[in-house]
């Protein structure tokens, strides 16, 4: 359930991702949203990869037409968990849809939006009892 203030977009259509940014005129697009459960993406990967990467395609041209900065949260999960620690010069080894999805996501935006911050997050927390789904709550 979302809080009244807010308004719905599947910023997977361009036309209404479009139409909301540009009203909007932000100075960052900060694209966050994804379907974060493992579990869903497994089993529906086309969706996975239709939400999680081919949307991101939509963030990033809207990013460049408007030249602003767009911040794009991906994942720890997008390394295998063989090591300890990684830095930012490791190679990514995504091992499930929702890594691979994410990991391809975060491909466009470096390879594509002329102005971007990735960032790799590992576990989050918050969103209010309504509609928390992390790990807290989980
Ligand atoms: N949770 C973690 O520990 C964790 C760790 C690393 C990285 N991340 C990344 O951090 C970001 C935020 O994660 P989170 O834990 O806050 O996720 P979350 O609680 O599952 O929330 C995801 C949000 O994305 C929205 N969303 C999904 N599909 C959408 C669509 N087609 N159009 C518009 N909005 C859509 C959902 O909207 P509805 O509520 O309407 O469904 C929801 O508000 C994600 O990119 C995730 O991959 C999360």
Known sequence: MNDVWLSYLDFRDLESYKKDVFMFKPDFLFHIGAYTSLEYCEENEKEAYRTNTMA???????????????????????????????????????????????????????????????????????????KDKKFIQK
């Open 56 to 130: 991101v395609e939509n963030a990033v041209y809207i990013a460049n037409e408007l030249d602003i900065p767009i911040l794009y949260i991906s994942t720890a999960g997008i390394f295998d968990g063989k090591q300890d620690t990684y830095d930012d010069w490791d190679m990514p080894n995504p091992l499930g849809v929702y890594a691979r999805s994410k990991y391809m996501g975060e491909l466009f935006v470096t390879r594509h939006c002329r102005r971007h911050l990735v960032c790799r997050a590992g576990w989050m927390m918050g969103s209010g009892p309504k």
